[in-house]
């Protein structure tokens, strides 16, 4: 699957440097799109976040019909707004992310960048709707809870990627998040596979460095901590 809508610091772009899943469940409880599990194609997917505004957009989509999506309008014109459509506040959001791209806060109005195509981008309109409609019968069952990591989650034998805020860029989230010492003994105690995200310099788990990155902001150098169901030797064969 390709991404349902842009967001922030997705990883979507470079998803395949992580190790795959290694069980049938995928949790990822600092969702936003949900790069990591559109990438592998999961079938069995939780996703967590603690912006309303996340989830909201995802219970749309799990729920929706192609039809629903289809019939979304296309707002051509620059100037045009969310807001003139008789549409759901969750359907609203989703069309603001692809007028807001690579940002964490869904736009309004469509202003003359987010109605560039230039680049190959897929910008709001027919083909970004029939893509996300041609993709809903694959997160049929995919579910979806909104709240903290730390309260929402049973500890379930799962593939669990873990790809919070990071230190030094995340102001730029709607939803603040500091605790990290906390984060990094939750996620060594997850059971099944763990694959945990951060920037490079990161010291709140044994990080290791992944690669540097082409990103919205220019480049960016990623590290990765990984537990269970892979030795060591093997993921960094796999993700070199």
């Known amino acids: 699957m390709r991404p349902f809508f842009p967001y922030y610091g997705s990883k979507w772009n470079i998803a395949r440097h992580y190790p795959k899943p290694a069980h049938d469940l995928v949790i990822e409880p600092f969702a936003g799109s949900a790069g990591y599990a559109t990438f592998y194609d999961c079938l069995r997917v939780h996703l967590v976040d603690a912006d309303p505004i996340i989830t ?39 069309i603001g992310f692809w007028l ?30 029939k893509r996300i409609a041609s993709q809903l019968p694959a997160i049929r069952d995919w579910t979806v809870t909104q709240g903290s990591y730390a309260d929402s989650i049973p500890n379930a034998h799962a593939n669990w990627y873990v790809d919070p805020p990071y230190g030094d860029k995340g102001r730029y989230y709607r939803k603040q998040f500091a605790d990290f010492d906390h984060l990094g003994r939750w996620c060594t105690e997850r059971r099944g596979m763990v694959v945990v995200c951060e920037g490079f310099g990161a010291t709140w788990l044994p990080f290791r460095p992944l690669g540097d990155f082409k990103t919205t902001l220019g480049r960016a150098k990623e590290s990765v901590f990984v537990q269970g169901a892979m030795t060591e030797r093997t993921l960094f064969e796999a993700v070199a």
Do not use: F, H
Request: proline share 6%.
């Open 56 to 94: 909201g957009v995802w219970s749309y989509l799990i729920k929706s019909s192609a039809a629903d999506i289809m019939s979304l309008p296309e707002m051509p014109e620059v100037g045009d707004c969310v807001d003139n459509y008789a549409i759901s506040q969750e359907a609203k959001w989703l």
């Open 100 to 129: 807001n791209r690579g940002s964490a806060t869904p736009k309004k109005s469509r202003t003359a960048y987010s109605a560039r195509g230039d680049k190959a981008q897929l910008i709001w309109g027919p083909r970004a709707k």
